[in-house]
């Protein structure tokens, strides 16, 4: 099969990235109670993971993937075969079902015309939503949609106009975070550079604050203690936590996504979850993000794009050949809303 490969990542993912046409198509686990499958993967959408993994250090970098591997973890495909265990009840899942999702990073990565997968990754497209979704919008679904579905729906109650508010709203997960606080009958506020302003407002965003002025955190603190929810995608400024004391009502979540592998990020990450409210530490619950597999959540995202309550932002759509070109994109962090990669017809 064709797949994009890497032995290594110095210097960065996409100038070592090699296109191959000779790799093995991936066996999947011979265990009776192994619930997997081999999908033919169709469309691919890219996050800041799928390079920043494969970048850190060796040391560290081997707890989460070993090299050489094929990099992606989002992807819509088709199940091409699978276990006995996948089949079976919860999954339910049969040879030519379109499945969307996620994976975490592992070997047999999605920038391969065939990977294997967990079938608790894995999400079936409902009977009723056929042909009414198609695999570029599907895939983006995976981390970028649960990240912000789940990083908000647990801390707002829906329908009371609870404020809420999406430090970086023009990318991957600020654009999904934006609709899906609306859709939940959220006043959302967003910050953002003034060209990405009208984009955020399309989407539904009450109020835009221009971050590159210098003053989000004078403009938070502006307007009290207000705000039910802070989910912070881009951890900059550093004293945004600490600052939501002003801002964020007493008791409601400050939530970080996302973030980089820098010694200064798991430093600042570290310190907001560590540092103590008597030395001068944040007062608000703080949670570090975790993504998790939900299909009720997969789901439900497909709804909202069905229903037009969710759209689904794509900047480029990359042919399989051109991966290296998507990631220099990606990496240049100029992106709005996403990058998708089409891998198969």
Known sequence: MRGWYCSTAAG???????????????????SRNAAHVL???LSVSLNPADYK?????????????????????????????????????????????????RLDPQQHGTLAEYFPAPAVNCTKLPS???????????????VAGLTSYQAIAPHVEAGKGEKVFINGGAGGCGTMAIQIAKALGCHVTVSCSPAKEALCKRLGADEVIDYTQGKLVE?????GKVFSLVVDNAMVPKELYKAADEFLIPG??????????????VGLTMGRL???????????????????????????????????????????VFEFEKVREAFEKLKSGRCYGKLVVRVGK
């Open 12 to 30: 960065g993912l996409e100038k070592n990235l090699t296109l191959r046409s000779d790799l093995p198509v991936p066996a999947l686990p011979t």
């Open 39 to 41: 999908i033919q993967s």
């Open 53 to 101: 993994v494969p970048e850190i250090p060796a040391p560290i970098r081997t707890a989460l993937l070993r090299l050489p591997a094929t990099p992606g973890m989002d992807f819509c495909g088709r199940i091409v075969s699978l276990t006995p265990a996948a089949q079976a009840p919860p999954h339910s899942l049969s040879v030519g079902d379109i499945v969307f999702g």
């Open 128 to 142: 009723d939503l056929i042909g009414k979704l198609t695999p570029d919008q599907l895939t983006c679904l995976g």
């Open 219 to 223: 403009e938070l603190k502006k307007k």
């Open 252 to 265: 409601k979540s400050f939530v970080q996504v996302g973030g980089t592998f820098s010694r200064e990020a």
């Open 274 to 316: 560590f540092w103590p409210r008597l030395l001068g530490g944040g007062r608000n619950p703080f949670e570090m993000f975790m993504i998790r597999n939900g299909r009720e959540d997969a789901e439900q995202l497909a709804r909202w794009v069905v229903e037009g309550k969710l759209e689904v932002v794509i900047e480029e």
